[in-house]
């Protein structure tokens, strides 16, 4: 059976990467811990209005990359066997995973990197320029999903004389692109600061697959209560007598330069692959950044931005709509070859199973289609102390995804006694259920930080932030 090369590869690519650079270190492409670090350029990701107190340079590979994983259920090693078991899976056996579980579970995983931003500071003005890639996932699995592969696995007793299970809702999206954007903020007087960011996207490719329904029934009669049907008993399947039956309603949309849809004999999509040689741009967008900040007094200033604020356009050529087609989808005891189809429908367990799904390409489909990015809210406050070498803030983050929003408040500290060191602290009671907490170190050129310094193991969140700036121009004199 083919594997869901797709959903492994994509998810895999962004998980991989969070795994490479921080061994079990949630939020989206930015890192909350930096918000109040006035010498950080990475900021400028929540808040156009808040530029770093200096210039900078970013390089190809060393100058930004991040990576983040959010669940609201399961852990990071949990989401890992889920994609590096794609065939032969087997965390679903385990009592404590189905424990873990909602009746709806959630992940999001992002990754994103600065092939190259330039930034810098002219009069009370300050202009930046970069050129970055990002990859987003979301996927949505209901838990009575992971009921039926325990079913189908034989480790639950049912009764296949009159078996029905219903799951609904499981989603699976995808969306990768380049940006190229322009800022520019400015100070108005003494005690304020706007900022906005132009961006222009060029889509490498977007994936939507819904499965609405899926209803599961056997009326068999003659097999065990906890028979397997991922490695059926040849005999005892030979000796059932009745029928079978799946209806399935789910819809798939693909935007991707190089996009290979192979199918089975019976003409249903059974792979998702891609040809490297010929994948480019399929579609074209804009978003935009904007924020404010207000230096209310000397020690105390308030913040709020609004990031990716945007849309791509994916073009005809590069589309492809299938849907499900499971009409008339009943199998019967008297035709083997029929019941033996059904098996490898049910049989399956994979998270995306394309011989249950058995997408059909609608070639009369309109195939032009438009994504939106997932914006981001984010509001701010912080206060000064001994002599503007401490600052206590807290800052109030809402991610709006596709499935739910993913909304944070971090208390945050930042000592910044010298240029040369900047140094943040930060607790979130919400992320990871309060057991964590972040830190951020910025020396010289060199940054590293995470949100989410877990306390725990196989924790639901995980973010890092790996950067080298080169310092450009003159420190700024503002104080916002």
């Not at 994509?10 to 079990?24: E, I, K, N, T």
């Not at 008339?328 to 019941?339: C, E, I, V």
């Not at 306390?455 to 310092?471: A, T």
């Amino acid at each position: 059976m083919k594997t869901n090369r797709l959903f492994s590869n994509s998810m895999r690519l962004a998980m991989v990467l969070a795994m490479a650079m921080w061994a079990g270190s949630a939020g989206a492409q930015y890192l909350r811990t930096s918000y109040f670090m006035d010498s950080s350029p990475y900021r400028l990701q929540l808040n156009p209005a808040l530029p770093p107190d200096r210039g900078f340079v970013l390089l190809p590979a060393v100058g930004h990359v991040n990576a983040s994983l959010h669940t609201n259920s399961l852990g990071f090693n949990d989401v890992v066997d889920m994609v590096e078991n794609t065939t032969d899976a087997d965390y679903f056996t385990s009592v404590d995973f189905m424990d873990k579980l909602n009746e709806v579970n959630t992940a999001t995983i992002n990754m994103g990197t600065d092939a190259l931003a330039v930034g810098w500071w002219h009069g009370k003005s300050f202009m930046s320029i970069n050129f970055g890639f990002k990859v987003n996932g979301d996927a949505r699995v209901p838990k009575e999903y992971f009921a039926f592969l325990r079913d189908m696995k034989g480790l639950e007793s049912n009764d296949y004389s009159n078996y029905v299970r219903d799951i609904r809702n499981q989603e699976l999206n995808i969306n990768a692109y380049t940006e190229v954007g322009f800022g520019y903020s400015r100070c108005i007087g003494d005690r304020v600061n706007v900022g906005g960011r132009v961006k222009a996207l060029f889509g490498l490719g977007n994936l939507r697959v819904k499965m609405h329904d899926a209803v599961i029934k056997t009326n068999v009669e003659g097999l065990s209560p906890d028979f397997c049907w991922t490695d059926p008993d040849p005999a005892q399947l030979a000796s059932a007598q009745g029928t079978a039956s799946f209806d399935v309603h789910a819809d798939m949309e693909c935007s991707f330069q190089g996009l290979e849809l192979p199918t089975n004999a019976s003409g249903y999509i059974d792979d998702i692959d891609f040809d490297s040689k010929k994948m480019g741009v399929a579609g074209y967008g804009a978003a935009v950044d904007l924020g404010v900040a207000v230096q209310v007094t000397d020690a105390f200033s308030l913040s709020a931005a609004m990031t990716d604020l945007g849309f791509i356009n994916w073009s005809r050529k590069s589309t492809t709509i299938a849907h499900s087609n499971t009409e008339g989808m009943t199998f019967s005891s008297d035709n083997p070859a029929g019941m033996g189809e059904f098996v490898d429908a049910v049989g399956s367990a994979q998270v995306l199973n394309y011989d249950l799904l058995r997408f059909d390409i609608d070639e009369t489909a309109d195939k032009s289609r438009r994504t939106s990015l997932a914006s981001t809210l984010a509001v701010g406050g912080d206060f000064k102390l001994a002599d503007d070498k401490l600052k206590l803030g807290v800052l109030y983050t809402n991610r709006f995804s596709e499935f739910e929003n993913e909304y944070d408040l971090t208390f945050s500290a930042n000592y910044h006694p010298v240029s040369l060191l900047d140094l943040a602290l930060s607790y979130s009671p919400i992320m990871c259920g309060g057991k964590s907490f972040g830190v951020a170190l910025k020396l010289g050129p060199l940054f590293v930080g995470t949100d989410y310094m877990y306390l725990g193991k196989n924790n639901r969140c995980s973010n890092v932030l790996v950067g080298l700036s080169i310092p450009l121009g003159r420190k700024s004199n503002s104080d916002i």
